[in-house]
């Protein structure tokens, strides 16, 4: 069967470009809505930013040997079963696609308690019908000042909606009170989805 390790297509089929990981993630919502690969309520969209834009990720293509990457904010794909662990999609990942969130969360994000306050992280977690009505952006983010881009942009148009032509900042923003979606604390969020909750609450057939 195709995709029988996840419900997008595999990682070298998934439409992607570097450094648009938001409009990434948009489009594997897109494909799991059409294909009706899984069901879209089971799937969430997380930001990862803070209030300095400075993020620490390991495991990233970009990144060096042990080093983290520094992002000013990524976003990554959630997908929890009934009777599953979460899983993330993570195009710009090095571990593998998908992964679960327990090993994504140790290996990729790892903890803050190392990390000195302006680096710690925020997660604003989407749900992904919202994002797919919500979203939308211009790509204006991308382009220098004189009107270059500073990454090439993906082949397909913008994506908008009626309402707006660019909200992408509403997201990164890790204010609760901007926005769509729920700002957790990374421990928070850690606890929430990759603790033992899913286990505990799934009964034995």
């Known amino acids: 069967m195709k995709r029988e390790d996840g419900i997008t297509p595999t990682r070298e089929n998934c439409e992607y470009s570097s450094c648009y990981c938001e409009e990434n ?20 969209v997380v930001f990862i930013s803070n209030e300095n834009r400075m993020v620490p990720l390991w495991k990233q293509k970009s990144g060096r040997g042990d ?3 520094i992002w000013d904010y990524h976003v990554i794909l959630m997908v929890r079963g009934q009777r599953s662990d979460a899983v993330v999609y993570d195009l710009d990942s090095e571990l593998s696609f998908p992964c ?12 803050d308690r190392s990390l000195r306050p ?5 997660l604003r977690v989407v749900p992904a019908d919202s994002f797919l009505l919500n979203f939308a952006s211009d790509r204006s983010h991308m382009k220098a000042s004189d009107g270059s881009w ?3 942009p993906p082949p397909y148009p913008p994506i908008h909606t009626a309402e707006s032509h660019m909200n992408l900042d509403d997201f990164i923003s890790m204010d609760p009170a901007v926005g769509v979606g729920a700002v957790l604390s990374l421990d928070h969020f850690l606890r929430s989805y990759a603790g033992n909750s899913s286990s505990a609450s799934s009964s034995s057939s």
């Open 67 to 69: 080093q983290p990457v």
């Open 150 to 152: 500073k990454m090439p």
């Open 118 to 122: 302006e680096y710690h992280r925020k």
């Open 25 to 44: 993630v948009w489009k594997l919502c897109e494909f799991v809505k059409k294909e009706r690969t899984a069901p879209l309520e089971h799937l969430s």
């Open 100 to 111: 679960s969130l327990k090993l994504y969360g140790a290996k990729g994000l790892r903890s």
